[in-house]
Nanobody, 123 residues
Framework: QVQLVESGGGLVQPGGSLRLSCAAS????????MGWYRQAPGKQRELVASISRGGNPNYVDSVKGRFTISRDNAKNAVYLQMNSLKPEDTAVYYC?????????????????WGQGTQVTVSS
């Protein structure tokens, strides 16, 4: 079964940095787009950053110039470097990947989600 395991969250002061990592494992045939979402208390989940199979990134306006998304296709991994963090960045961050995988000799295409990692920006 395909799963995404993410890490790198924690508590950091405003202006600090964190790097989130997410790696996919299982019977993966291919991965297309990958991305990072976040959800803060009382707010709707939002797409923070995404990256195409070829490495083309997109960002929500609020993180442009501060966050950098990257991927390593050989490792089925995606990363989010977060600099100049603000209290407004506090949220649970979820990795997402558009995966084609094999189960019971059948090919499936689906969005797979990580378990979430807490990022807290506070003094």
């Amino acid at each position: 079964q395909v799963q995404l395991v993410e890490s790198g969250g924690g508590l950091v002061q405003p202006g600090g940095s964190l790097r989130l990592s997410c790696a996919a494992s299982g019977s993966i045939f291919s991965i297309n787009a990958m991305g990072w979402y976040r959800q803060a208390p009382g707010k709707q989940r939002e797409l923070v950053a995404s990256i195409s199979r070829g490495g083309n990134p997109n960002y929500v306006d609020s993180v442009k110039g501060r966050f950098t998304i990257s991927r390593d296709n050989a490792k089925n991994a995606v990363y989010l470097q977060m600099n100049s963090l603000k209290p407004e960045d506090t949220a649970v961050y979820y990795c997402n990947a558009a995966v084609t995988y094999i189960r019971g000799a059948v090919y499936y295409a689906d969005d797979i989600w990580g378990q979430g990692t807490q990022v807290t920006v506070s003094s």
